[in-house]
């Protein structure tokens, strides 16, 4: 006869068995703060946060490479060949790991042949995209080279799939990357580089859904079969091909081309652009009221699920996790700022881009087994920049310090947290009020978390399992005002300050996380006995 046991005790037993031991400590509802659980074991195998997710992007787009990085030999700004001091500088403190250039939009109208060579005898192209301004292409492939050299990071270049042949995308592989004397190798020789450069990054086509040539997944994806049979490795150096991806929440894209030529590509790129309000009227960078505040906050957490949904088609394709994802384009986009070049994409940068970045780079890391790279759009003078220039004045951002303060994540391994927060509510909607990710390398544990509420504080209680934490240090960013922002005559209004109003817990640690900020702890960890 068969035993049958009783459907209650089933359910009592797996709850006993299988629930409770998932079930994190939390109490049911929040009332006196936030909680974060940080898994830190030393033993639990993690993934390591890729130092390109805090990667930097470069086009030829307004002001960013001519008169942000570029100014020329003559020029009495100080500069190395023809770069601006004060901006390699700036940057190398952020320790960049990674630069994409020409483009974005540019790259797929770019023809590199006429940016080698004598510069007076470099002809003058009409950038179509941006402005239809005539650039003198004394900015070409030597000079980005020289560019990576100097900020001791690597070069990622974007090709042109959109009006290009794929006999000019193989010479310029050849011309960047072959030590011998072939007639690439001999031409840059010529042209005054003797050795070859590394090139570990090589783009195969930029939005070729939109301005890289409005195609169709399927027809890209034959043109990426045909272009990157002829993208080859030279002398040794080993490059990593991507193929050019969706906007946004195109998940058709991610799809087609996963099943088509996933198998052939290294990896794959998708944008993702933080507009407040709509394509045509985005709202400004300054002098914003609450409801764009909300909505930035709102569309940088929705990152996440976009991301979830990309990184599971590629699952399903991929389940060896072998293809990258780079988020190559990512940044906030409003409205020029009034009097500019509408075409420049020139924008102020406020308190919200810090938060909004925080966010973003939190997200990047939680993805850390599939998310290897990501590129902040852009970094002088452009949509969300790192750095201002206005003649020979430059300035840094609150987005400049964000990467500053989140370096210390790079190639640390990823901790697994668990966050119960409460929401900040604005009219109808609602947006949790933390954001947090954690790492650990070298004996030190980082946290970093953002307060999306422009109001109020959030008390934080962080438990951390599995190890100590000592001699814990904080830092924060935050303003008084939603849109404060650094000005050329004011250029320290927002930095980062310290933040000492950290205790040690028996659990952990405990400390208040102020309104619309950014703080960033770190401590030495001790593996628990
Ligand atoms: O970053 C500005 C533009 O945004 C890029 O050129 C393009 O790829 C994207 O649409």
């Not at 601006?84 to 939009?105: F, H, M, N, Y």
């Not at 470099?122 to 179509?128: A, D, V």
């Not at 604005?426 to 933390?434: A, S």
Request: net charge negative; glycine share 8%.
């Amino acid at each position: 006869m068969k035993s049958r046991i009783p459907i209650f005790l089933v359910c009592v037993l797996s709850y006993l068995f299988v629930v409770l031991p998932v079930t994190p400590v939390f109490p049911q509802e929040l009332t006196d703060g936030s909680r974060l659980v940080i898994e830190a074991y030393p033993d639990t195998p993690s993934e390591k946060i890729s130092r390109h997710i805090y990667g930097h992007f470069a086009e030829h787009l307004g002001r960013c490479i001519y008169g942000g990085f570029w100014v020329g030999e003559g020029s009495e700004i100080p500069n190395v060949r023809g770069i601006r001091t004060d901006v390699v500088e700036a940057l190398k403190k952020v320790s960049p790991p990674v630069i994409r250039w020409p483009g974005g939009c540019f790259a797929d109208e770019y023809h590199w042949k006429e940016g080698i060579g004598p510069k007076e005898e470099r002809p003058p192209m009409l950038n179509t995209h941006w402005g239809r301004v005539v650039e003198d292409n004394s900015f070409g492939t030597h000079e980005f080279m020289d560019l990576c050299e100097q900020l001791g990071t690597e070069a990622y270049v974007a090709g042109n799939v959109g009006s290009g042949t794929v006999e000019e995308m193989q010479d310029w592989v050849e011309y960047m990357t072959y030590a011998g004397d072939t007639e690439m190798g001999l031409l840059r020789k010529a042209n005054g580089r003797e050795d070859p450069w590394k090139v570990p990054f090589m783009g195969i086509g930029n939005e070729n859904w939109g301005c890289g040539g409005q195609m169709e997944p399927e027809f890209y994806a034959e043109l990426f079969r045909r272009y990157s049979t002829y993208v080859r490795e030279y002398s040794g150096n080993q490059l990593t091909e991507i193929a050019g991806g969706a906007g946004s929440d195109d998940y058709r894209w991610t799809e087609v081309l996963m099943r088509d030529v996933g198998r052939r590509m290294d990896a794959m790129s998708v944008h993702y652009y933080v507009v407040p309000n709509t394509w045509q009227k985005k709202g400004p960078a300054t002098g914003f009221g609450e409801a764009d505040w909300f909505s930035v906050m709102r569309k940088s957490l929705e990152l996440d699920p976009v991301l979830q949904r990309h990184i599971a088609i590629m699952d399903r394709y991929d389940p060896e996790n072998r293809v990258q994802l780079m988020v190559d384009e990512w940044g906030t986009w409003y409205d020029a700022e009034p009097g500019s070049t509408p075409g420049f994409l020139y924008q102020q940068n406020s308190l919200r881009d810090a938060v909004s970045a925080a966010i973003m780079l939190n997200i990047f890391n939680s993805h850390a087994r599939r998310v290897k790279m990501a590129n902040l759009a852009q970094t002088v003078n452009v949509l969300q920049a790192m750095i201002l220039t206005e003649g020979d004045k430059m300035v840094l951002t609150p987005t400049y310090h964000v990467f500053e303060m989140y370096k210390v994540h790079q190639d640390a391994d990823l901790l697994t947290t668990r966050l119960q927060t409460r929401p900040y509510h604005f009219e109808e909607g609602k947006v949790d009020r933390l954001h947090a990710s954690a790492s650990r390398k070298d004996g030190k544990l980082y946290i970093s978390i953002a307060n999306t509420d422009p109001r109020i504080a959030e008390p934080l209680e962080i438990e951390l399992r599995g190890a100590r934490a000592s001699n814990i240090q904080g830092r924060i960013l935050t303003a008084d005002q939603l849109d404060t922002h650094n000005t050329f005559e004011n250029p320290d209004q927002l930095k980062p300050q310290r933040f000492s109003s950290v205790e040690r817990t028996d659990r952990g640690i405990s400390l208040t996380v102020p309104g619309r900020s950014v703080v960033v702890l770190q401590g030495e960890i001790v593996d628990a006995p």
